[in-house]
């Protein structure tokens, strides 16, 4: 995930097929005059439907971005940050009423990994509530029917038995760690749940394992396992070196899933009609895993990375440090029933990753 505030330097062009200018906080609203007769809305999955990706130069807003496209998706709508901050309420609720949208997709969030979770707790819980509240409510106040929320596998509780089914929210503590983030999107769903309840909305919930792929962060020191092995084999073959030291004792067992199959999944789950998504959720049960739903030890990981880079020596692991949790797999059987199934190997969707890497060294986020 991308460290506290880092920008992605790698961003695509700006995404969106139509970005309407502006209104700002200052008050800019619709031209003067007589108010254009509103435009019919339209939902997904009809191609004509106005989708607003909150976060889209971030590595899944802009996967979502490019598959909404290759949908077909001819009007999305995308603000970047310098533009619009999803922290103040008033700029997001001009933003909203200055043009029609039909459907919001909420992939902008604070992100990070361990540290930036220990350093900043209050970002993370203040940042992504104000976020999530300022988009949803906006979204409700313009009269936004469908949106979908995009939560994290960090949710559920440190000792949920595993596969994480849907159901173990909230029947334990959380992990310590990142829990001022998880009970952010924790709060993120029941946002969704209490305007589908009270209010007649069809705002949608998805919660993906770990992910990884073309715009990851590739910190040397403030990364995810993927981009940070990768980035070291790449830099061990490179220097001929004959070693490479991981922590841990490589048995913990993970999931990791390409963010083009999340993106894939999202815009499943956005095009799936109200009644189905409903028939499959409960109303305060909401959310949708979305994960590959098979789990690999953090050593058939490495290995894999190693022989994807072209790392030809040796892996020692470092025992004395902290293994973590022994497995975090996700139960995909809700996604599954609602017609989606990741596509994408691990090794084949790291080679892919390895290959934007290379093209994109010289512009890696920071
Ligand atoms: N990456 C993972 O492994 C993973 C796993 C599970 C869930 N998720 C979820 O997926 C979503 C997207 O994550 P990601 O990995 O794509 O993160 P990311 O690369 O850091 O992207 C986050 C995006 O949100 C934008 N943003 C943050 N604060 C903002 C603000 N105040 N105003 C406007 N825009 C703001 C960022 O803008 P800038 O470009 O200006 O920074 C960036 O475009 C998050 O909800 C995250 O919880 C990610």
């Known amino acids: 995930m991308a460290a506290a505030g880092a920008s992605l330097a790698a961003a695509p062009a700006p995404a969106s097929a139509t970005v309407t200018p502006l209104a700002t906080a200052s008050g800019m609203g619709p031209a003067p005059g007589p108010s254009p007769a509103p435009a019919a809305m339209a939902l997904p999955p009809d191609r004509n439907a106005r989708i607003y990706v909150a976060g889209h130069r971030g590595m899944v807003g802009s996967a979502i971005v490019r598959r909404l496209r290759a949908l077909g998706y001819a009007h999305l709508v995308t603000a970047p940050r310098a533009e619009l901050d999803l922290t103040d309420q008033a700029a997001v ?11 919001v997709v909420l992939a902008a969030a604070k992100v990070g990994g361990i540290h930036a979770n220990h350093t900043y707790p209050a ?85 993906p394992t770990n992910l990884y792929g073309p715009g990851d962060n590739f910190h040397p020191d403030n990364s995810h396992v993927i981009p940070a092995l990768l980035r070291r084999f790449h830099e061990a073959a490179r220097a001929g070196a004959p070693e490479v030291t991981i922590w841990g004792s490589g048995s913990p067992m993970r999931e990791f899933l390409h963010v083009d199959d999340m993106a894939a999944a999202s815009a499943h789950v956005l095009e799936l009609p109200a009644d189905v998504y409903r028939a499959h ?36 692991w470092d025992a004395s440090k902290p293994d973590g949790t022994p497995r975090k797999l996700l139960d995909v059987s809700r996604l599954a029933a609602l017609g989606w199934r990741a596509t994408t190997p691990l090794e084949r969707g790291l080679a892919q990753t390895y290959r934007w890497f290379l093209e994109n060294e010289a512009s890696l986020r920071a």
């Open 123 to 207: 970002d993370f819980i203040a940042d992504n509530l104000a976020i999530q509240c300022n988009v949803i409510q906006a979204a409700h106040a313009a009269g936004v029917q469908r949106l979908l929320f995009l939560g994290s596998s960090c949710i559920y509780p440190r000792l949920a038995p595993q596969p994480l089914r849907e159901e173990a929210l909230l029947t334990g503590p959380l992990e310590p760690t990142n829990e001022p983030y998880a009970v952010a999107k924790i709060a993120g769903i029941k946002l969704c749940e209490s305007f589908n309840r009270q209010h007649g909305r069809d705002y949608r919930s998805v919660m």
């Open 93 to 103: 609720r001009a933003f909203f009423a200055a043009q029609p949208i039909d459907a």
């Open 281 to 316: 959720t409960q109303p305060m049960l909401s959310h949708v895993n979305v994960g590959t739903g098979v789990d690999c030890s953090i050593r058939q990981l490495a290995e894999t990375i190693a022989r994807v880079t072209g790392f030809g020596g040796r892996l020692s």
